[in-house]
């Protein structure tokens, strides 16, 4: 088993639609859960992070980690066509470990 | 505030060619990685340092890739000779310090060998 699974898509949805984006992890040591952002032929962005379990609200983004089920979650609402990227879910260095571990990224296209 | 810079941003060499790959973190960004990132995957750290200091290459096939980081600012990461396997695209990031700061990636350099 991978430490960190991600469906990879791709996922196609009309603009305005919600949308959920989510990754599961094996490694209870992770404490730090974040989601980076790529557009095409550029590197990845940092979008959001969470600290241990609960939720975390941005603008439009959500992100969403339970602990209990090793379960993280991303939502997008009122998704729009600049959305249209691969978002990856990367637990963030647990303890002793300066190493992010990516998920394989879902691919996200809004349609206009 | 200008980011992660790399260069070349795309490189096509034929199989066991050498190349190298440079990178210019952000300033006064003391932590320095390397990630490969293949098509449809997520990116693999290859190797971290602290300052000039390698801390961690264990990811690092050192059979035919090497890195440096003189003076701690500047980094080169080198594959000699590639091989068909190589081929994908090569992300620096740099970050403050090492554990639970945000990490910046550059745009990559994407290596294509033939």
């Known amino acids: 088993q991978k430490e960190v699974e991600q469906d990879p898509g791709p996922l196609s949805v009309p603009e305005g639609a919600i949308v959920s984006l989510n990754c599961t992890y094996s490694n209870s040591a992770f404490q730090y859960f974040m989601w980076y952002r790529q557009y095409s032929r550029k590197g990845p962005e940092l979008l959001m992070y969470?600290?241990?379990?609960g939720n975390k609200e941005d603008g439009r983004f959500t992100a969403q980690v339970d602990k209990s089920s090793k379960y993280i979650s991303l939502f997008i609402r009122d998704s729009q066509p600049s959305d249209s990227a691969t978002y990856l879910c990367?637990?963030?260095?647990?303890?002793?470990?300066?190493?992010?571990?990516f998920g394989k990224g879902t691919k996200l296209s809004v349609i206009p | 505030e200008a980011g992660v810079v790399q260069s070349p941003r795309y490189k096509i060499i034929e199989k066991k060619q050498p190349v190298a790959f440079w990178c210019n973190p952000i300033?006064?960004?003391?932590?320095l990685y390397w990630y490969r990132q293949n098509l449809g995957q997520g990116p693999e750290l290859l190797i971290r340092y602290e300052n000039e200091e390698a801390v961690d290459d264990s990811q690092l096939p050192k059979d035919r890739f090497s890195a440096e980081r003189l003076k701690g600012v500047d980094s080169t990461l080198k594959i000699q000779p590639a091989e068909l396997g190589d081929s994908a695209v090569y992300l620096c990031?740099?970050?403050?310090?090492?554990?639970?700061?945000?990490?910046?990636f550059g745009p990559g350099t994407r290596l294509t060998v033939l």
């Open positions: 300033s006064g960004h003391n932590t």
């Open positions: 990031a740099s970050s403050l310090a090492g554990r639970g700061d945000t990490q910046y």
């Open positions: 969470t600290y241990s379990s």
């Open positions: 990367a637990p963030g260095p647990g303890a002793g470990s300066y190493q992010l571990t």
